[in-house]
């Protein structure tokens, strides 16, 4: 009997855990004579767009030497591939420390989170349905990771360079309330 934390459909307790699980489920599904390049993490930004607000990376990256496979927020049920092949323009954006690939390619079908209800403009409640994607942004932490590499030369290799996008200007930063002097009125 497999233990508590490794049956399928059972809670998995860490990220680790999480990523050893998309890791393994991913390679079992591989095609004949498909090699691994690089796995690794990301997020998976695709709804939102803005790679600042990407997260802790939760989303499990494969880079094959024919496809891109991730998992969102590693569940396995939102599990996502396309063909290298079928990717027709890619566009990076640096963003401070943080490195975004946006990537279009042809429509694919996969399950992710919409809201339950809508009425008007208010959204609210959880469910799932499968939505057909035609780009995908994916988030990395910095622009050298292994994964970010990997799938930036097998691009290169299919003929497809990547437009590079101005990052918007950043705001600046207040000082932190404690750290500004007021003047009071007995001054």
């Keep these: 009997m497999a233990p508590a934390g490794r049956r399928y459909g059972a809670r998995v307790s860490s990220l680790k855990e999480l990523l050893e699980t998309c890791d393994v489920n991913l390679r079992a599904r591989l095609l004949p004579g498909e090699v691994v390049i690089a796995v690794g993490r990301c997020e998976d930004v695709?709804?939102?767009?803005?790679?600042?607000?990407?997260?802790?990376?939760?989303?499990?990256?494969?880079?094959?030497?024919?496809?891109?496979?991730?998992?969102?927020?590693?569940?396995?049920?939102?599990?996502?591939?396309?063909?290298?092949?079928?990717?027709?323009?890619?566009?990076?954006?640096?963003?401070?420390?943080?490195?975004?690939?946006?990537?279009?390619?042809?429509?694919?079908?996969?399950?992710?989170?919409?809201?339950a209800h809508r009425f008007m403009t208010f959204r609210w409640g959880n469910a799932t349905a499968v939505r057909t994607l035609g780009r995908t942004t994916l988030a990395f932490s910095r622009g050298d990771t292994e994964a970010a590499r990997a799938l930036q030369e097998q691009l290169a290799l299919r003929g497809v360079v990547p437009t590079v996008v101005p990052s918007p200007p950043r705001k600046p930063r207040e000082?932190?309330?404690?750290?500004?002097?007021?003047?009071?009125e007995d001054q």
């Excluded at 990256?61 to 991730?70: F, K």
């Design 175 to 184: 000082p932190p309330r404690y750290l500004i002097l007021r003047r009071t």
């Design 46 to 115: 695709t709804e939102g767009g803005d790679p600042d607000r990407g997260g802790a990376g939760w989303t499990f990256v494969m880079v094959t030497d024919r496809r891109l496979r991730w998992v969102p927020r590693s569940l396995l049920r939102y599990e996502s591939e396309v063909d290298l092949d079928e990717i027709t323009d890619a566009f990076d954006q640096m963003s401070a420390h943080r490195f975004a690939m946006t990537l279009d390619h042809t429509p694919i079908r996969a399950w992710r989170d919409v809201p």
